[in-house]
């Protein structure tokens, strides 16, 4: 019930398309939602994050879109750079609840110039 | 403002050799967490702990040890090294504490462990 479930393993993207990752969640409990950005031989770092009482967020090119029913959520990144490439990590918790932190398996994306 | 810092960068190790891996953040946060990142399994929880003198289990916690020494920094001991430990390991943190605070974790630059 803790999994995140998280598609396609690897995704190559012409510049200037839409790349599109989605994930899945089982735990109802979860609350907070939100996508890591991961550069080769770099941490992570938080790209964007959504609370389950909006459908959407977005931020600058970077956009979630959430269905609370489906227990989806997705990332898309309008107008693709070379800059994007990287691996991308969606994750899931229970608000303030650390331990309760659970990353999917990851997306690495490539944009071809 | 250094953020989160991990030394070393690289190690390795022959099976059943020790070490520890350190980190330190700056930022006053109460929570700190140790992950191994391994290809296709993307980050798992190897401890965490939500305050200084407090640490809970993962979901990957065999073979691992570690101590919240201050608010500051946060170690984890490997006392007999496997080749199945094998992998990169991120420490982070975050203000989050009993329900409250941002969620927002930062994480250091990793530490690439291999145990021969």
């Known amino acids: 019930q803790q999994q995140v479930k998280q598609s396609p393993q690897s995704l190559i993207v012409q510049k200037g398309g839409i790349s599109i990752i989605n994930c899945a969640y089982e735990?109802?409990?979860?609350?907070?939602f939100p996508w890591y950005q991961q550069f080769p031989g770099k941490g992570p770092a938080l790209l964007i994050a959504?609370?389950?009482?909006?459908s959407e967020k977005k931020e600058g090119r970077f956009t979630i879109s959430f269905n609370k029913s489906a227990k989806q959520f997705s990332l898309h990144i309008m107008d693709s750079q070379p800059g994007d490439s990287a691996t991308y990590f969606c994750?899931?918790?229970?608000?303030?609840?650390?331990?309760?932190?659970?990353f999917g398996p990851g997306t690495r994306l490539s944009v071809l110039p | 403002n250094a953020g989160v810092t991990q030394t070393p960068k690289f190690q390795v190790l022959k099976t059943g050799q020790s070490m520890t891996l350190q980190c330190a953040q700056d930022?006053?946060?109460?929570?700190m967490y140790w992950y191994r990142q391994d290809p296709g399994m993307g980050l798992r929880l190897i401890y965490y702990?939500?305050?200084?003198?407090?640490?809970d289990k993962g979901e990957v916690p065999n073979g691992y040890n570690v101590s919240r020494l201050n608010k500051r920094e946060f170690s984890l001991r490997l006392e007999s090294a496997a080749p199945s430990q094998t992998s990169v390991y991120f420490c982070?943190?975050?203000?989050?504490?009993?329900?409250?605070?941002?969620?927002?974790?930062?994480f250091g630059p990793g530490t690439r462990l291999t145990v021969l």
């Open positions: 982070a943190s975050s203000e989050a504490f009993r329900f409250s605070g941002s969620d927002e974790q930062f």
């Open positions: 735990n109802t409990a979860f609350d907070y």
């Open positions: 959504i609370r389950p009482d909006v």
């Open positions: 994750a899931a918790s229970i608000r303030g609840s650390g331990q309760n932190f659970v």
């Open positions: 930022m006053n946060h109460n929570s």
């Open positions: 702990s939500a305050s200084e003198g407090t640490t």
